[in-house]
């Protein structure tokens, strides 16, 4: 607005003004003279009437007509140099009133007012998180509170008073009294009676904003600092003064402990986040109503229906990520936002107890709930208080708790704003040329990745924390090179272990495991650091550089320790989802089982021939959760997962295996490339051979439930069903239900495929005579397998896995698949896929279909090679290390290294 602009704006707000009072607007002199005073700032009475038609007398006459009519509408005596100087800041208070924005408060509004007009309440305290409209909210309170209802004001003026400069009531009394026309004086004396009693004559509303920052910061309860202790004094006089006048509204996000108690005098409200409707029409509002509704849902969902972070994410979908939602959720702080400086400011402000809560949820970035409120104080937070932390941190708009009691940071974009806070806070520590206790306690509150946690949270932890927080410190500190980072960390861990003699012991020890991961991140080699005899909790180090590494003495508890997988890797799925085996081409089996959400290495083994040279593993299937079948270069193996079994060789075979199946307890088969195959019975020690009735080679075995018939499919031949108890040839039935098969399952008593007819059409079709139609073009199908059960599909169609209930005749699911990902295994329930990603290094997955999230993962990697006699330095030194598990340990030990 130019200043032309402004002037006539508030030209016409002091005329509207006036006409209310039944007063005269200005006349042309009055108008022509504060113009002069606006744009002319100590322009004297002789030069404005050089510049106009007025003479000196008239212009002088004017002139204090002007200044009563100022102080009218203001209620300060102006002079010359003052008048235009106080009509501006009148007009910017009435702005301030005018422009307030309350969408979705308005029922608040509402009852704050019945609070004030009819109860008679005179002390309102609002509260809440950042930018969630504290004080838009006491601003429109004030407004309504200065508006005549019926003829009558019930208040005459409001005072907004910035505590942040006023420490202490005594500076508050000053300012207010600096603030107040002449006619009206804050009485002498102490300064507490003389506000309460200020508050007892006059019709004023004072606005005290950003309350906080004269609170104790740990201060748990909203005590105050002491030099600001006398704000307490004087609230709970106004708490027990009956009868005043005047009123006051406290913002703050926290609320002062004495305006928490039951007081008849008191109101304490406060603000929650806004319904997803009004947080979708804030969206619309700042720009995005070309998006379609889902998305905006997505947005203010991200953002926890929280306004100012709505209008930051707005702004920044808007101009900087081209209508993008996914671009944004996927990197929210690429660029700064000032708005996103409230809650780094927040952030600063909060206690160490608070911070260290704040840095065990980050653990837990994309679930709403994860951490139980018991059991993170009694397990994992290593302070005490714990209810009083979380209720402080509630209160500050930035935890939620759940009906259930467990505690998460409020927003997923809330999450991404204390990430970033607490890397920048982290890097300082390593900038200072001397570190202290105190720095070293910073990187001891609580572990930077959770190591045991799904692969999801892992990865989160990666991007947002660990490889954010390694970019800082290249870019602060230079540190280009291997030897520069790995002195800046040995430093630290030399810290660690000589201690401080004014210090008591570090509990805990998170700060080895979260330099060892930073280390890791900045590419050190472990070889290049001292740790050995630390406690090292929660380090992460499946893509660490462990060759040479020395972990003597040490006590890694929580780590999560490498596995080494040799490409071409295969791998298979227990039938429920909860046991995943992985081999490789130098004969390694491992198997990983479920506890909770994690996946623990449980059973381990090394096929090799009579000669004890390694076996590729080329073939793995699951009978059950506990029994599977292995093939290894001919050989055929049975594995029960119990305590000291390892795997049974049980035959071998001359020809190429093409096909695995594995009937339970009992029955394995193999089909060969040459169209043969056999079936052993472990029951009576057997075997069979089902000879060439296919003229391909056999890609698909299926035992049935009872594992009495076998199902065989070859390459594009019809589907043979044998008994399994009859003669050695005992073929029963031959069924031709496609022209090509992808997958192929028992259901119950039938067969269930899915495959192409005429060449044309995908369908699921069933030997009890159902038929699906699936609409997929054949040249887009990658690959289409059946759960164990025969009830659930998984289909990769161009870039989506697609997931159906055969029985319901239902697409379930519809997730985004990476092109060169293989689907390798469907559990029963059709909530877990096995995948595998084809490229080198291969990858293996497990993915949850409900969350869209990879919950578990190994990678084929090259990290260790195995020790020899005459190159000692390839060891990992494991001696005496209290952290790996049984079973890893005798992993390590078996590969050749230390233990």
């Not at 709403?368 to 708009?397: C, E, N, T």
């Not at 193999?670 to 472990?682: D, S, T, Y």
């Not at 239902?810 to 990476?818: A, D, G, N």
């Amino acid at each position: 607005m130019t200043s032309e602009d402004e002037f006539n704006a508030i030209h016409r707000a002091i005329d509207e003004e006036l006409a209310a009072q039944g007063k005269r607007r200005l006349t042309g002199a009055e108008s022509s003279i504060l113009w002069h005073f606006f744009s002319q700032p100590g322009i004297g009475f002789k030069q404005i009437a050089n510049e106009t038609i007025y003479t000196y007398g008239s212009i002088r006459d004017a002139a204090y007509k002007l200044y009563t009519k100022i102080k009218i509408i203001t209620g300060k005596d102006v002079k010359q140099n003052t008048c235009a100087r106080e009509a501006k800041a009148w007009y910017q208070k009435l702005q301030v009133l005018g422009n307030v924005e309350v969408q979705g408060r308005e029922k608040e509004l509402n009852t704050l007012l019945s609070d004030v007009r009819e109860l008679g309440r005179h002390v309102i305290c609002i509260t809440g998180a950042p930018k969630i409209g504290k004080t838009q909210l006491a601003i429109a309170l004030c407004r309504q509170l200065l508006e005549t209802v019926e003829g009558q004001k019930s208040f005459d003026d409001f005072i907004r008073c910035p505590v942040s400069s006023l420490k202490s009531v005594e500076d508050l009394c000053r300012y207010i009294d600096d603030s107040l026309p002449t006619d009206i004086k804050v009485p002498q004396g102490n300064a507490n009676l003389a506000l309460t009693r200020f508050l007892h004559e006059h019709r004023y509303i004072l606005l005290i904003e950003q309350g906080e920052v004269l609170h104790d910061i740990d201060s748990l309860e909203g005590h105050f600092k002491s030099e600001s202790s006398s704000y307490e004094r004087w609230l709970r006089d106004l708490m027990d003064a009956p009868d005043l006048r005047g009123c006051l509204i406290w913002v703050s996000r926290v609320p002062p402990s004495c305006l928490q108690e039951i007081n008849d005098y008191v109101v304490h409200h406060q603000l929650q986040t806004l319904t997803q409707t009004v947080a979708c029409n804030i969206l619309i509002d700042k720009g995005l109503d070309k998006l379609p509704p889902q998305e905006l849902e997505h947005v203010a969902d991200f953002c926890g229906n929280n306004p100012g972070a709505l209008k930051i994410a707005a702004h920044k979908i808007k101009n900087r990520y081209g209508y993008s939602v996914a671009e944004f959720i996927n990197d929210p702080l690429d660029s700064d936002d000032a708005g996103e400086y409230s809650w780094y400011s927040a952030l600063d402000n909060i206690s160490s107890k608070e911070r260290s809560l704040l840095g065990w949820l980050l653990l837990y970035p994309h679930e709403r709930v994860k951490a139980r409120v018991d059991r993170v104080g009694r397990r994992q937070l290593p302070f005490s208080q714990l209810g009083l932390v979380i209720q402080s941190l509630q209160k500050r708009g930035l935890i939620d708790i759940d009906e259930d009691g467990y505690c998460f940071i409020q927003s997923l974009w809330l999450r991404h704003v204390v990430a970033k806070h607490l890397v920048e806070r982290l890097g300082k520590v390593f900038e200072r040329e001397t570190i202290a206790t105190e720095d070293v306690h910073k990187l001891n509150q609580h572990p930077l990745i959770s190591p045991q946690a799904p692969a999801w949270q892992r990865q989160w932890h990666r991007k947002n924390i660990l490889g954010p927080l390694a970019e800082y410190l290249i870019d602060k500190l230079n540190l280009w090179s291997n030897e520069s980072r790995a002195e800046k960390i040995n430093y630290m861990l030399q810290f660690l272990k000589r201690g401080s003699i004014n210090q008591p012991p570090l509990q805990n020890n998170y700060a080895a495991g979260n330099l060892i991961n930073i280390a890791i991140e900045l590419g050190i080699p472990l070889k290049d650091l001292t740790f050995d005899g630390l406690t090292i909790r929660h380090a992460d180090l499946r893509l660490a550089k462990l060759k040479g590494a020395n972990f003597g003495n040490c006590n890694t508890r929580g780590t999560s320790w490498p596995v080494i997988l040799r490409e071409p890797v295969v791998s298979a799925m227990s039938p429920d989802g909860n046991t995943v085996a992985v081999g490789d081409s130098e004969g390694w089996i491992l198997c990983w089982q479920r506890e909770i959400e994690t996946f623990v290495l449980y059973d381990f083994a090394q096929i090799t021939n009579s000669n004890e040279h390694p076996m590729a593993i080329t073939h793995i299937a699951f009978g059950n959760e506990k029994n599977l079948a292995i093939a290894a270069d001919g050989s055929i193996y049975r594995w029960f997962l119990y305590p000291e079994e390892k795997p049974e060789l049980i035959d071998s075979i001359p020809s190429p295996i093409s096909s695995l199946a594995c009937g339970d307890m009992d029955f394995i088969a193999i089909g060969l490339e040459n169209g043969c195959i056999w079936v052993w019975n472990n029951i009576n020690d057997s075997k069979k051979l089902l000879a060439h009735h296919h003229m391909n080679a056999v890609e698909i075995l299926e035992f049935n439930a009872e594992a009495t018939q076998l199902a065989s499919e070859g390459g594009g031949d019809r589907i043979l069903v044998w008994d399994l108890f009859g003669t050695s040839d005992a073929l029963q039935n031959s069924i031709n239900l496609a022209d090509h098969y992808y997958g192929m399952k028992w259901q119950q008593d039938s067969i269930v495929v899915a495959g192409l007819v005429r060449n044309r059409s995908c369908q699921i079709r069933s030997t009890a005579g159902s038929i699906i139609e699936l609409p997929y073009d054949p040249q887009g199908i990658t690959g289409i397998l059946f759960s164990e059960n025969g009830n659930y599909l998984a289909a990769g169609i161009s870039g989506k896995v697609e997931i159906w209930s055969v029985q319901q005749e239902l697409r379930l699911y519809q997730i985004p698949l990476e092109t060169d990902i293989r689907i390798l295994a469907l559990s029963n329930d059709g909530t877990w896929v096995l995948k595998m990603k084809s490229n080198s290094p291969a990858m293996v997955q497990l993915w949850s279909i409900p969350t869209g999230k990879i919950y578990w993962e190994q990678t084929a990697t090259s990290v260790f090679r195995q020790a020899s006699t005459s190159d000692n330095e390839g060891y990992l030194q494991l001696s005496n290390d209290s952290g790996p598990t049984a079973v890893e340990k005798a992993y390590y030990a078996a590969l050749g290294f230390t233990a």
